[in-house]
T-cell receptor
Framework: DTEVTQTPKHLVMGMTNKKSLKCEQH?????MYWYKQKAKKPPELMFV???????INESVPSRFSPECPNSSLLNLHLHALQPEDSALYLC?????????????FGDGTRLSIL | AQSVTQLGSHVSVSEGALVLLRCNYS??????LFWYVQYPNQGLQLLLK??????LVKGINGFEAEFKKSETSFHLTKPSAHMSDAAEYFC????????????FGTGTRLQVTL
């Protein structure tokens, strides 16, 4: 069982819909991440939050809006997505006091845009 | 800039045979190196990590990797493959620290045959 929980596991939405992805961890980690993974490709970093503040935005389109309400939760709000946004969205977290910054991943949300 | 190169997008071995997955890194600073495994429809699971404490790193599921600075390599090995090892394997590099970026290789799909 993973210690990073993502919901929903699957999501199908139209291009005009608004939906949100949720990520939760209770390991006391203070850094949280969103990745996008297309089939047969490595994960691509989208956003990084450190101590609940956005520290890295990898030039992600504004139709993706991250939010970190507290140290355990990370949301990704979706609006007006395009078919090419269909992918596996992975959340990860890491401790704030380790040298190596190793990240723990959730099982992801598989998103399909109609 | 940091990067990793995984040689071979697809590796096939017989059950019981040696597994060798290759990873070479490029880094201007001492790197932190990771191997992650991804099973179908799941997130990434950390197999092992190199943090400069020891050059031979042992991980979960019988895997190990050796850091060779002279060859800028961090190859993953397992003496005897099992059917359950079939998965996608990603090598990754990081500068370390809180909220640090992971840079992934392109991945190697391991197939295990009877």
């Amino acid at each position: 069982d993973t210690e990073v929980t993502q919901t929903p596991k699957h999501l199908v939405m139209g291009m005009t819909n608004k939906k949100s992805l949720k990520c939760e961890q209770h390991m006391g980690h203070r850094a949280m991440y969103w990745y996008k993974q297309k089939a047969k490709k490595p994960p691509e970093l989208m956003f990084v939050y450190s101590y609940e503040k956005l520290s890295i935005n990898e030039s992600v389109p504004s139709r993706f809006s991250p939010e970190c309400p507290n140290s355990s939760l990370l949301n990704l709000h979706l609006h007006a997505l395009q078919p090419e946004d269909s992918a596996l969205y992975l959340c990860a977290s890491s401790q704030d006091n380790t040298r190596d910054g190793s990240q723990h991943f959730g099982d992801g949300t598989r998103l399909s845009i109609l | 800039a940091q990067s990793v190169t995984q040689l071979g997008s697809h590796v096939s071995v017989s059950e019981g045979a040696l597994v060798l997955l290759r990873c070479n890194y490029s880094s201007s600073v001492p790197p932190y190196l990771f191997w992650y495994v991804q099973y179908p429809n799941q997130g990434l699971q950390l197999l092992l990590k190199y943090t400069s404490a020891a050059t031979l790193v042992k991980g979960i599921n019988g895997f190990e990797a050796e850091f060779k600075k002279s060859e800028t390599s961090f190859h993953l090995t397992k003496p005897s493959a099992h059917m359950s090892d079939a998965a996608e394997y990603f090598c990754a590099v990081s500068r370390g620290g809180t909220a640090s970026k992971l840079t992934f290789g392109t991945g190697t799909r391991l197939q295990v045959t009877l």
